[in-house]
């Protein structure tokens, strides 16, 4: 399936003549949207083969969710590793993944910055058996390829925008795109760490850096999950406008730095932008 293309009517870009799309990628499929299906979808069949995944997330993962979705409708266990103490009653996200069969697990935080070195690894094995080990986010070589997919279709955009959190969205989105395009990644994380790892896993896909692109980094709002009142009457007002709820964790992050970068005169005039919503 390919996501519908719409064109938004916003007087902020009009006024810089620029003409501003977004790719509704939300709406490709109910429970695993967007870019979840996209990096899922290529791990699919080694999931099957080894009849369990392991993956790991926050406690508001959206992957997390997604994961766990997908056992559910392909026929493999699911196990989440969560970042942090366990609180009970488990929040929406974790008690959707717990209903569609996900075993949860919990990781402190100084053990989960280790969660991908050997020792982690081996101990998590221990514990749960085989698995089929499925990084943060869902970012690995299969997962940019199905990203890579993303950029096919989008022919025709000067600019492609999407939010940005492990890096595999903007290295597969990147290297699909065609050479007269560019990518902008729009960090939700504090730090600066996001370029390397986008290169990292380009690198580890195609075997050398793809497709032009950058990693923006001044619209984190202070970092993963944080909101600030400016983000929240971004996404009312936004709302009001477009009829289009933005999640305060992704795309209004994404969105607010589309505009503002709009307004500072980032883009030429005559400009096509387009916005990955993900999901």
């Known amino acids: 399936m390919i996501s519908p293309v719409v064109e938004l009517a916003d007087d902020r870009?009009?006024?810089?003549?620029?003409?501003?799309?977004?790719?509704?990628?939300?709406?490709?499929?109910?429970?695993?949207p967007g870019n979840k299906w996209r990096k899922l979808k290529l791990n699919i069949a080694p999931a099957r083969e080894s009849g369990t995944v392991l993956t790991f997330g926050g406690a508001?993962?959206?992957?997390?969710?997604?994961?766990?979705?997908a056992g559910k409708i392909y026929g493999f266990a699911t196990?989440?590793?969560?970042?942090?103490?366990?609180?009970?009653?488990?929040?929406?996200?974790?008690?959707?993944?717990?209903?569609?069969?996900?075993?949860?697990t919990y990781l402190d935080r100084a053990a989960y910055r280790r969660k991908h070195e050997p020792g982690v690894v081996e101990a998590l094995?221990?514990?749960?058996?085989?698995?089929y080990l499925?990084?943060?986010?869902?970012?690995?070589?299969?997962?940019?390829?199905?990203?890579?997919?993303?950029?096919?279709?989008?022919?025709?955009?000067?600019?492609?925008?999407?939010?940005?959190?492990?890096?595999?969205?903007?290295?597969?989105?990147?290297a699909g795109l065609g050479s007269d395009q560019r990518a902008i990644g729009f960090s939700v994380?504090?730090?600066?760490?996001?370029?390397?790892?986008?290169?990292?896993?380009?690198?580890?896909?195609?075997?050398?850096?793809?497709?032009?692109?950058?990693?923006?980094g001044g619209f984190?709002?202070?970092?993963?999950?944080?909101?600030t009142p400016d983000l929240d009457g971004f996404i009312d007002d936004f709302?009001?406008?477009?009829?289009?709820?933005l999640d305060r964790i992704y795309t209004a992050k994404m969105m607010f730095g589309v505009l503002a970068l709009a307004d500072r005169g980032e883009f030429p005039a005559g400009a096509r932008i387009l916005a990955v919503i993900t999901g």
């Open 13 to 32: 870009v009009a006024r810089r003549g620029l003409r501003l799309f977004l790719k509704r990628d939300d709406l490709i499929h109910p429970e695993l």
């Open 60 to 69: 508001y993962s959206n992957h997390v969710r997604a994961t766990a979705a």
């Open 79 to 104: 196990i989440g590793v969560i970042r942090g103490e366990e609180h009970l009653p488990l929040n929406d996200s974790l008690a959707y993944a717990e209903r569609m069969g996900m075993r949860l």
């Open 125 to 131: 094995h221990r514990k749960w058996g085989d698995f």
């Open 134 to 174: 499925l990084p943060e986010g869902g970012s690995n070589a299969l997962a940019v390829k199905g990203c890579e997919e993303l950029g096919g279709e989008v022919p025709g955009y000067d600019v492609v925008c999407c939010p940005c959190g492990t890096g595999g969205t903007l290295a597969g989105l990147a």
């Open 189 to 216: 994380l504090q730090g600066d760490f996001l370029d390397g790892e986008v290169e990292r896993l380009q690198r580890e896909t195609y075997g050398e850096r793809r497709g032009a692109w950058r990693v923006e």
């Open 220 to 227: 984190h709002f202070g970092g993963y999950a944080k909101r």
């Open 239 to 245: 709302a009001e406008r477009h009829g289009i709820v």
